[in-house]
């Protein structure tokens, strides 16, 4: 039987004129439909939305709870089968003659910055603390909260969440995404990547379907980003002086964030990035990029330095080392509420942690995999899973261990009595700072958190907007019009800022969860259109069977790559 060639042409109606203009009008109104309602449900009836996202959650932890431990374990077990397999791992994105237009260095770091960013300052402390004091091992009375005898489980499982499953879920997007556009001509937008299976169908509903599904996960996805974002800059402003406005005190005496400094956060924040989309990647976001890398370097050497070195590379290499030998069984373990207080507790403990953070992950793939997919053109298929999946998860392994180790040791040897494991999430890496330094010192330093967050924020809200446009763009990075960048950055603070109030930032969670539900399935889509495309074309090469099929007008990565973590702009 001959084989059939590939889908090489998916036309994808845009608006010709008009407000819309280079816009696919169906994905475009109906994403905004869709946010604009979930922002004014939030903010006219934040008891309503509170209780039924909570119940929707629940329905969703109760019901699909196997789905998404499932699922990514798939994501990171394709991973490594496309590198090993010998007529995956050798084929380039892009055409025989195309060459990596990024040296190695920068591609990583701008991996790096794309994915990680944020988290990094608020759980490289806050997340080795929390399991420090409990996770399974605990629950299950293995090991004894706060002690010694349990730091090496507090890092497998802050590794395991922020390793290899992450960049699994975004190096599936970016791959696929990269594999049809830069082989296939295909445009650079999610549809693309499910032409094996769905043909071209994917020009019209079941195309639109899939990439609003993809807008509204990376709306959440990012949301609950900047949520913690949010959160502890304006912690890092009340360490700083910036007033006691920026809290309230409950009746409890629990200090959460204040509704007007919520709203303050979120101006600075999102009217930078604003400006920031709006100018595209000129002279002040190259600077903002090179500030960003700088001071990350300078946190990571000060930490090197001063803080619980031994300490730290210790549990690096003991952790890495405990993390590999647990992946299987972390990996495939799915705890049930069954009634017992063991049972309901590990099981309440996999929704909190694991399964929000595999969510998290797989909402913010479109995002992430977008510009990886836009960064690695010319890179062999092994080449990108390798690079995408190893060298962040070590870069992330170290903050947990350098960062996160040094708190832990300020605790385990009584230097922080309590200050560190009692202080807030949002608070714990300044709260860390207080105890190291003296108090000029610091404040220095909080200072230079502070500046180092806000340029995190500003740069992952601004590729958010750029990647939502060219989404609904049908993967064209041309039309950039103000108003939808205004609107997108608008939608993005409001959905932070509603929710929040709304509900905390658990309201954000709640929502995210939900949303990432139906984009993880077409993640898993893409990875079995993947397989497919790459079977066939297999079959097609011993044919001697065109297996490229590249327009010569297409722009270059170096056009339209960006800079340090950016996403690109004209």
């Known amino acids: 039987m001959p084989i059939k060639p590939p889908v090489t042409d998916l036309p994808i109606r845009v608006a010709k004129s008009g407000f819309y203009r280079g816009f696919t009008k169906d994905v475009t109104i109906t994403a905004k439909i869709l946010v604009g309602a979930l922002i004014l449900w939030a903010i006219a009836f934040p008891a309503q939305a509170s209780s039924v996202l909570g119940a929707l959650n629940s329905i969703i932890l109760a019901s699909f709870n196997y789905w998404y431990i499932y699922v990514v374990a798939f994501f990171l077990l394709l991973c490594f089968a496309l590198a090993l397999w010998p007529t995956a791992g050798k084929l380039k994105l892009g055409t ?14 701008m991996m790096f910055g794309a994915g990680i960013g944020i988290g990094m300052l608020t759980f490289a402390t806050a997340e080795p603390m929390y399991h420090f004091a409990s996770n399974p091992a605990t629950i299950q009375g293995s090991t004894e909260g706060s002690t010694a005898g349990n730091v090496r489980d507090a890092y497998i499982w802050s590794f395991t969440h922020w390793g290899l499953a992450a960049w699994a879920c975004y190096a599936v997007v970016g791959l696929a995404l990269a594999y049809f556009s830069y082989r296939r001509s295909l445009p650079l937008t999610i549809r693309s990547a499910l032409t094996p299976i769905f043909g071209e169908r994917l020009s019209g509903p079941v195309g639109h379907v899939v ?14 980003t900047l949520g913690f974002g949010v959160e502890q800059f304006i912690s890092g402003l009340s360490r700083i002086g910036f007033g006691d406005w920026l809290y309230t005190v409950g009746a409890d005496g629990e200090r959460t964030s204040s509704t007007m400094g919520i709203i303050f956060a979120l ?55 405990d993390y590999l030998v647990s992946i299987p069984q972390n990996f495939l373990t799915v705890w049930v509420a069954d009634g017992t207080e063991t049972g309901d507790a590990l099981a309440g403990w996999q929704g909190g942690w694991s399964i929000f953070y595999w969510a998290w992950w797989i909402a913010f793939a479109p995002f992430v995999g977008v510009f990886l997919a836009r960064i690695s053109k010319g890179r062999t298929i092994r080449e990108y899973v390798l690079g995408a999946l190893i060298i962040p998860a070590l870069m992330c392994f170290v903050w947990f ?24 999430q949002a608070d714990q890496l300044f709260a860390m700072l207080a105890v190291m330094l003296s108090d000029g010192l610091a404040y220095a330093m909080s200072v230079v958190v502070v500046v180092l967050l806000l340029t995190y924020l500003v740069t992952s809200a601004d590729s958010a907007v750029l990647i939502i446009n060219t989404i609904n763009a049908a993967g064209d990075e041309g039309p950039k019009a103000r108003p939808h960048i205004l609107f997108w950055g608008a939608a993005l603070a409001l959905v932070v800022g509603g929710l929040i109030i709304a509900g905390g930032l658990g309201a954000i969670q709640t929502a995210m969860v939900i949303g990432a539900l139906p984009f993880s399935l077409v993640m898993v889509l893409m990875g079995l259109s993947l397989i497919r495309a790459i079977y066939r074309d297999g079959q097609r090469e011993k044919h001697g069977l065109p297996t490229t099929f590249i327009d010569d007008e297409e722009p270059s990565a170096s056009d339209i790559a960006g800079v340090g973590g950016q996403a690109p702009a004209e």
Not at 213 to 222: D, K, Q, R, S, Y
Not at 403 to 419: F, K, N, Q, S
């Open 96 to 109: 025989e003659e195309d060459e990596p237009e990024f040296s190695n260095f920068s591609w990583f770091s």
């Open 211 to 224: 990439d609003i599904v993809a807008v509204v996960a990376t709306v959440l996805g990012v949301a609950q």
């Open 267 to 321: 101006l600075i924040i999102m009217g930078a990035s604003t400006l920031s989309a709006l100018s595209g990647v000129g002279k002040g976001i190259k600077w903002l990029s090179n500030l960003n890398m700088g001071l990350s370097f300078f946190m990571l050497a000060f930490f090197l330095l001063f803080g619980s070195t031994f300490f730290g590379i210790q549990t690096l290499v003991v952790g890495i080392f």
């Open 401 to 424: 261990a350098l960062v996160g180790g040094t708190a832990i040791d300020l605790e385990l040897t009584g230097v922080a009595e309590g200050a560190i494991a009692g202080a807030g």
